[in-house]
């Protein structure tokens, strides 16, 4: 048995700690904090409690807007009136084996009244059911073990039981919470649900199975989203089905619960806490209090002002200031507590402070201006008093002309001052404050009063300047004044006064009164040697005289102009000092442009200076401004003495020169700009650039690279030289074409970019061709035309023209027998009267046009004449003799000349008497020579322009045809080949004749 009892000691020891630990991590007390429970383990032999310590009628209850267990129980049969007696409390969840939290609490015991105690619990109460349990033991020093009586029954609270009608429920419910803390929220399911979904902000969370029907979820470092609370919701989708008799229904129900949780931000301690008097009647205490954690549903962010030496209290109506009065038995010293608290905590800031350290005097008051004057003016005022604290430190301030002048005044009751040097017909503005003089805490707020002083006469000349145009016999003079400033003019200007004077005649004065606020006037003048003054006259007097003087000479001798460069701080003049003496210098300009009406402006400058700067508001970039500097002299005349121009800013040209093309070539052409208006540009012309491209893209000498925009990169060449206006593009690449641009340069850099001009190149061997070809055509067109107009001569002396048959003589002497319309002669009519004889060499061969073989030609021999008497009884017969046509004719009829030997003499045309000879000579070479003419016989050249087609069969030739064939078709003269051979000198030889058509013969 001791073992055992050994063992089952151990066991508690280890148990009860372990128990302790997970209720501690599960829930915390909220309201009251039990002592540390200290457990020991009982051992077997110790007696048992008194049974009039055991707690009794132990009541638990839920409070559910305070999350809270409330106990209530009580201790019967006391022997004493009160006991001090120490209670230990159990608490448990869902079952009563599963303590949550273990704790004691120690209470005085009265006899015959009941004991309260509350617990908080982070898990929401209605989620899971609680059961609690009490014991009870004396509260006594006495060293040994703890006696214990016995413990109380279970009691349960189960916050289920109210939740009502509904499926899900969420908690807890409008909790406040504070921002940053840990928050613990539950769900109850009056069913199990396996598909609930909880949303905290659209944001998805996922929470833990405390029960079947019951989850935890918790909240960490909760923010604060908004003022009307954090939403939460849970969703759960339930099928629902019914059956009938017929049929089975399912729907389905979405059940939402929800809950919003109210985030209070954190307090935060006050911070700038001070508290000051004013009349030494009360305290204003003020503070900043932070970020407000009030809501519409939870107010409870309060302040309380707690004073340590008088001991008193006071709760604020505002949460940024409290008022205290003051001790009517003078305190001097206070020490002030200020506490700001809401539902979760408290903050405190301290405050010590001597009353008479922290005055604060109110505004001055009652203001006056008296004694104003053009240059002085004094001012009174009132402080309120404060107790026996009377002495104060005021400061005067005056405000006017953009200047502050500050002074310091000590003042009881009531103060004065007096300003001095003040700036007649001027604005003005007093005002002061007043602060405690022997501890100063804080000036008072500022008061004063606005006054004007009264005018002086003005105290300084009018600026004036003129300019002079001569006329015959007078001159007329533009006179010109600048209005006196504020400072000079001491007043309203009314009137500005110019007198004249001539300078030949003192005693000639004309007084003139221009109303302000007129700037100027003209006048004319008989002549143009006057004096005149301006002055300018207010209320209170006359300025001092302003004198020019108008000599003969207009002033405007002829000066060169120069060029100027303005700069950020306007045009830099500079001149040379003239030699005679001066007083001073002039510089006159035009503020508008030279097309409006001038805007004369002018500028004095002193005898030592020689140069200066021009700035005016009224210049603008771009325009050019004419500037002429002019000496005074001590007569007070005005001498030109140079002439500037310039821009206050330049600007890049407006526009691009148009450039003309001349001089073209091949290689070069000509760019004139002679026209472009330089005068006319938004700054000097410092030079020009060309641009130039072409299809090889390759720049040519004098050119360099240069892009004009981004995607267009061509040849440029710079001219420095703004007068320079033409320029010679030359050493060109043989190109089709060439474009070009020419823009202007002015120190603001290039005009803006025109569009490339084409220049199509004329082609490189063009003139080449032009001056060899032109010549060449015109000298042949030349030599056409002569030789068209000897065609004529050319032909009759060279290719006469074939005799016309029909234009012949010779039709005038034949009689046709049968056919009276014949137009052509008949070769039977034809008896020839001379033959040419042609002698052939051996071996010639003349081919016929019926034989169709090759005739070998050799050169012509000088033909042989045989002269042929006519026959009688027959017609006459004429044939011509043709040596032009000498070739090859197709089958016809002809007459010609009768062969003859070469070598035959005249004396042997007797053996031809007769045509019947002649016509068997030519049927007998006919007949024995079908194809070919034996080589070294002589043949006829000569072929008759009259000729008639005969019909019949070729291989004979009719020798006695009773009448010839009509003839009415005119042939060409052909040349018969030389097929007769030449007869010899024996009897055997003939004399034959060749005829074009077989059957055709002359008699």
């Given amino acids: ?42 051992p077997s032999s110790v007696t048992p409690e008194p049974s009039s310590l055991t707690p009794e ?55 015959g009244r009941a004991l309260h105690w509350s617990w908080g619990s982070e898990l929401p109460l209605e989620c899971a059911a609680h059961f609690v349990r009490i014991r009870g033991m004396l509260d006594d020093t006495t060293p040994g073990p703890p006696s214990w009586s016995r413990w109380s029954s279970w009691e349960e609270a189960d916050g289920r039981d109210s939740l009502g009608q509904g499926s899900l429920f969420l908690f807890p419910k409008d909790k406040l919470v504070e921002e940053g803390s840990n928050v613990t929220v539950c769900y109850v399911a009056r069913t199990q649900q396996n598909n609930i979904s909880c949303i905290l902000e659209g944001v998805l969370i996922q ?63 006050p911070k700038d806490f001070s508290c000051e008097t004013r009349d030494f009647k009360t305290l204003d205490c003020t503070w900043e209090p932070g970020s407000n954690t009030d809501l519409p549903k939870y107010s409870s962010q309060r302040y309380t002002l707690f004073e340590s030496f008088s001991g008193k209290k006071k709760f604020c109506e505002h949460k940024n200031s409290c008022t205290w009065q003051v001790a009517p038995d003078s305190q001097e010293m206070y020490n002030f507590t200020l506490v700001a608290e809401n539902h979760f905590r408290k903050r405190s800031v301290n405050l010590l402070f001597n009353l008479a350290h922290r005055v604060h005097p109110m505004t001055p008051y009652n203001v006056f201006l008296k004694s104003v004057r053009a240059t002085n003016a004094t001012v009174t005022w009132k402080v309120h008093s404060v107790g026996n604290y009377s002495t104060f430190l005021c400061q005067v301030e005056l405000h006017g002309e953009g200047k502050v002048i500050q002074h310091n005044v000590s003042v009881r009751e009531s103060g004065e001052y007096l300003f001095s040097d003040l700036e007649p017909a001027a604005e003005y503005v007093a005002r002061m404050r007043c602060a405690a003089a022997n501890h100063f805490w804080k000036w008072s707020g500022w008061t004063g009063q606005n006054f004007s002083t009264l005018e002086a006469a003005p105290s300084e000349a009018p600026d004036i300047w003129r300019s002079v145009e001569s006329m015959p016999g007078s001159c007329n003079v533009t006179l010109f004044w600048k209005p006196l400033s504020k400072a000079h003019a001491h007043g309203k200007i009314l009137n500005y006064n110019v007198v004249t004077e001539k300078l030949n005649t003192p005693s000639s004065l004309k007084l003139v009164s221009i109303p302000a606020p007129a700037n100027g006037t003209e006048l004319t003048l008989d002549g143009c040697s006057y004096q005149i003054q301006v002055t300018a006259s207010n209320t209170a007097g006359t300025s001092p005289a302003s004198v020019i003087v108008i000599s003969g000479d207009p002033g405007h001798e002829e000066v060169a102009e120069e060029r100027v460069e303005g700069t950020e701080d306007g045009v830099p003049l500079s001149w040379k000092p003239p030699s005679g003496d001066v007083i001073g210098y002039v510089v006159d300009w035009c503020d508008r442009p030279r097309d409006s009406p001038c805007d004369l402006q002018w500028k004095h400058l002193g005898p030592n200076t020689t140069s ?82 072409s299809k090889a893209e390759q720049c040519h000498p004098g050119f360099k690279k240069a892009a004009v925009s ?21 050493k060109l690449q043989p190109e089709p074409f060439y474009e070009f641009m020419v823009t202007a340069r002015t120190g603001a850099g290039e005009g803006p970019p025109g569009t490339f001009t084409k220049v199509t190149m004329p082609d490189q061997y063009f003139n080449v061709l032009t001056r060899i070809i032109l010549p060449t055509v015109f000298l042949l067109l030349l030599g056409t035309i002569l030789c068209y107009m000897n065609s004529q001569w050319m032909k009759e002396t060279c290719y006469p023209d074939i005799p016309d048959p029909y234009k012949s003589s010779v039709l005038s002497v034949l009689k046709p027998k049968e056919n009276p319309r014949l137009a052509i002669m008949n070769v039977y009519h034809c008896v020839p009267d001379a033959i040419e004889v042609v002698n052939k060499p051996e071996g010639s061969r003349i081919q016929f046009p019926g034989a169709r073989k090759s005739l070998t030609e050799t050169a012509a021999t000088k033909p042989d004449y045989i002269y042929l008497l006519p026959t009688e009884g027959t017609g006459p017969c004429i044939c011509f003799e043709n040596l032009t046509y000498n070739q090859a004719a197709p089958d016809s009829g002809a007459c010609g000349h009768i062969p003859a030997p070469h070598n035959a003499p005249p004396g042997q045309l007797g053996l031809l008497t007769s045509p019947g000879n002649l016509l068997k000579s030519l049927k007998l070479n006919y007949m024995n020579s079908p194809g070919e003419i034996p080589a070294g016989e002589t043949t006829l050249n000569y072929v008759s322009q009259l000729a008639s087609p005969m019909t019949g069969d ?48 002359c008699r």
Wanted: hydrophobic share 35%; with cysteine; glycine share 4%.
């Fill in 1 to 42: 048995m001791a073992p055992l009892a050994v063992f089952q000691a151990t066991f508690l020891l280890v148990l009860l700690p372990l128990r302790t630990y997970q209720s501690g991590v599960l829930s915390k007390p909220s309201s009251v904090t039990p002592e540390p429970l200290s457990l020991t383990p009982e």
């Fill in 57 to 111: 009628s132990l009541k638990v209850s839920i409070n559910s807007a305070q999350q809270c267990l409330h106990l209530q129980w009580s201790v019967r049969n006391l022997t004493q009136q009160e006991l001090k007696m120490v209670f230990q409390i159990e608490i448990s969840r869902i079952k009563t084996s599963n303590v949550i939290w273990v704790g004691r609490y120690s209470a005085t015991v009265e006899r």
């Fill in 207 to 269: 929470g833990k199975r405390l029960a079947p029907d019951v989850s935890v979820f918790t909240l960490n470092s909760v923010p604060f989203i908004r003022d009307t609370g954090t939403n939460m919701y849970c969703e759960a989708n339930t099928m629902n089905t019914t059956n009938t008799t017929n049929t089975t229904n399912t729907t389905n129900t979405t059940i939402i619960g929800g809950i919003v949780l109210f985030v209070a931000k954190v307090l935060e301690e």
């Fill in 612 to 693: 200066t700067v021009i700035n005016s508001d009224a210049f603008r970039p771009g325009v050019r401004y004419n500037f002429r500097i002019y000496g005074i002299s001590p007569e007070r005349m005005a001498h030109l003495l140079e002439r500037k121009t310039g821009y206050s800013q330049e600007l890049a040209p407006v526009d691009t020169p148009r450039a003309a093309v001349s001089n073209l070539t091949s290689h070069s052409f000509t760019l004139s700009w002679t026209g472009y208006p330089a005068d006319a540009q938004p700054g000097f012309i410092r030079g020009y650039s060309l641009y130039l491209r």
């Fill in 710 to 730: 981004d995607d267009l990169v061509c040849c440029k060449h710079d001219i420095n030289n703004p007068e320079q206006k033409t320029f010679v593009v030359e």
């Fill in 954 to 1001: 070729k291989e004979s030739l009719p020798m006695n045809s009773p009448k010839p064939a009509p003839h009415s078709e005119y042939r060409m003269q052909m040349a018969i080949p030389l097929g007769v051979a030449s007869p010899s000198s024996d009897e055997n030889s003939n004399l034959s004749v060749t005829l074009l058509d077989q059957g055709e013969h």
